[in-house]
C-alpha cells in the first residue's frame, strides 16, 4: 500500500521529536537536542526508515516564517531603533570577522580565496529559530539584551540576502575566471532597492491594509475565520518578500508582525499563531537533523573542529567584545554573545548555492552542517551559563573592572548629580526594575519615600536617570554597593528580583550593614520563603501564592450569566 511522504515525514518527525525530546527534558538536556536527533535517525545518513528531506526542508521553513511572525508581534519598531546603534555596528563586525576566519581557515587548508569567503558567510549568519527559542526559554526575549540579539538577527538577515544576490554575480571572479565588475554593482544596487521597497510596501501600505482587515475577520466572531486571515497574513507577506523582491521569507513575516503588532487584535493573532509556530518549528530541528552526516567527524575532524571553533569561539568573542566597547552590561554581552553562538537555516542556504556554483569544496559543505548541528545542540547549553559566567567575573575584581569600565563610564555620565545618598532624606531600596521592582518603587513614592533603585544592568540605569529616577549602577549582593547606595539609614529594603542566589546573598549583605532594616524580598516558589527569613529578611512575597490569590479572589467576585456567555462566545 502506497503511504504519502507528506504523511509518513510528518508522523515520522513528530513522533521521534515527542520521544526523544521526551528523552533529552528527563535528562535535564534541552529537548531541542532530541528533535536534532530524531533527524539523525530518520535522516539519510542512519538505517531505517529515510523520510523526505526536501518536504521536511519546506515545512520548517513555515515554522521559520511563523516563528518571526510571532517576533515580530511582540517586537515595536521603537525597539528596534532604539538597539540600531549597537545591532548595525555589532552584525557588521561579527559578520566580519567570521568571514575573516574563514578566509584564513581556507588559506591555511590551500583552498581559494573565494572558497574560504563562502565558508565565512555561511557561519557568520546566526539561526533564527535557535535565537528565537533559546531566548524565549531562558526568558530573555522582552529584555535589552533579547532586544539587541533579534535586532543584530535583523541585520544578519539582511547581510545574508544581500549576500545570496551577489554570489551568483562574483562566482566567476571568486574561481579565477574573472568578473564583471558592472554586473556587480547592478546586482548590489538592485538589491538595496529592492530591500527598501519590501520594507516600504510593508510598513505603510501593510500598516494601512492589515490590521482593518483583521479588524473586519474579527467582527465576524469566526476564531477559524481569525485564525486563517493570521496565517494567511504571514504567509502572503513572506511570500510576497521572496517572490517579488528576492528577500527572505523570515524578514517579510518579521515586518508582517510588527504592522500587526500595531492593531487591536495583536494578542489574539498571537495566540492563534502560537500552536503551529512551536509544531513547525519542531520540524526545523528535524530537518536539520537529516542532514547531519556522522562520518564527517570521522573523515574530516580537523575541518569540521575549526568551522565549530569559529561558530563557538571567533563569533561570541567578538560580539562580547563589540557589546561591552559600545557600552551595555556585561549581562547583555554575554546573553548577546551565546545566543549568537549557532548556525543554522540560512547557513544552509548559503552552503547550498556555493557548492552549485563551484565556490565552496564538498567537505566545507558537509562541515558547516556538521558544526551547525553541533552548535545548535550546545547552544541552550551556553545560554545557561550567562549567569555562571557573571558570576565566575565578579568573583574576580580585577577583570570585571576591566570588562565594566566603559559600563560604569556610561552609568557615571548619565547619573544625576543627586544620586549620591542625602543626609536626612526618605530613602528606600529597591534591586531591579522590571514590573516588580517598578510596582515597589511607585508604592514608595506614595509613602512619601524616595525610592533609589539598584541595578546591575547599565542599560536600566540609563533609562531610569534619563527619567529622571534615582539608580545605582552595580551588584546588590556587593556590601560596598549597598553602602554607596544609600542602605544606611534607608527605612526599607526591597528585593524584587525572584532570584533566589541572588536575593539570599542580597539579604546577607543588607542585614550585615543594617541589623534592623525592613528587609522586603520576591521569591518565586513557595519553598524559597524559609530559607530567606532564616537569613534575614522580614518579609517575603511569593509569586505562586499572589498568583493563586489573586485568581480565587476574582473568580469568588466574577458574576455571569451561562446562558449569555454562550451566545456571545465566537463560533469555534
Known sequence: MHVDPLLMTLA????????????AHRLRLSPILGYLLAGVVV???????????????????????????GVGLHFHLKDLLAVRGVAVPGALIQSAAATGLGIALGLA??????????????VSVASTVVLIRVLTAAGTLETPAGHVAVGWLVVEDLLTVVALVLLPAVAPALRGEGGDVGKIAWALGGALVKLTLLVAVVAFAGARLIPPLLARVARTRSRELFTLSVLAVALAVAALAAVVFDASPALGAF?????????????????????????????????????FDPGLLVSQPL????????????????????????????????????????VGEFSFILATLGLGLGVL??????????????????????????????????????????????????????????????EGEQRALVVGFGPAGRAAADALSLRGLTPVIVEANVDTVRQLTLEGRRAVFGDATRATVLEDA?????????????????????????????????????????????????????????????????LSSYLLRLEWDPAASRDAAPDA
Do not use: C
Open 109 to 122: 587548508l590551500g583552498w581559494r580565496f573565494g572558497d574560504g569567503l563562502v565558508l565565512g558567510l555561511s
Open 12 to 23: 515520522a518527525g513528530f513522533t521521534l521529536a515527542v520521544v526523544l525530546g521526551m528523552v
Open 361 to 422: 569544496p564538498a567537505p566545507a559543505a558537509g562541515a558547516i552542517v556538521t558544526a551547525a548541528l553541533l552548535s545548535i545542540a550546545v547552544n541552550p547549553w551556553m545560554m545557561g551559563r550567562v549567569e555562571p559566567v557573571e558570576r565566575w567575573l565578579r568573583a574576580r575584581p580585577r577583570l570585571w573592572r576591566a570588562l565594566s569600565r566603559r559600563n560604569a563610564e556610561v552609568a557615571d555620565a548619565l547619573a544625576p548629580a543627586h544620586a549620591a545618598p542625602v
Open 43 to 69: 535522516g539519510p545518513h542512519t538505517p531505517g526508515f529515510v523520510a523526505d528531506a526536501r518536504l521536511a526542508a519546506q515545512l520548517a521553513e513555515i515554522g521559520v516564517v511563523l516563528l518571526m511572525f
Open 486 to 550: 544609600g542602605l544606611v539609614g534607608a527605612k526599607v529594603f526591597v528585593v524584587s528580583v525572584a532570584a533566589p542566589d541572588l536575593a539570599a546573598q542580597a539579604v546577607v549583605a543588607a542585614r550585615g550593614l543594617d541589623a534592623r532594616i525592613p528587609i522586603i524580598v520576591r521569591a518565586r516558589y513557595l519553598a524559597e520563603r524559609e530559607a530567606l527569613l532564616g537569613l534575614g529578611a522580614t518579609a517575603v512575597t511569593v509569586d505562586e501564592e499572589a498568583v493563586a490569590g489573586g
Open 255 to 291: 515586518l508582517a508582525g510588527m504592522v500587526v503588532a500595531g492593531s487591536a487584535v495583536r494578542h489574539q493573532a498571537a495566540a492563534d499563531a502560537l500552536p503551529l509556530r512551536d509544531a513547525f518549528a519542531v520540524l526545523f530541528f528535524v530537518s536539520a537533523g537529516m542532514q
Open 303 to 342: 575541518l569540521v573542529g575549526a568551522v565549530l571553533a569559529i561558530v563557538l569561539v571567533g563569533k561570541p568573542i567578538a560580539a562580547l567584545l563589540v557589546v561591552l566597547g559600545l557600552g551595555w552590561s556585561v549581562r547583555t554581552a554575554l546573553t548577546v554573545a551565546f545566543a549568537l553562538a549557532q
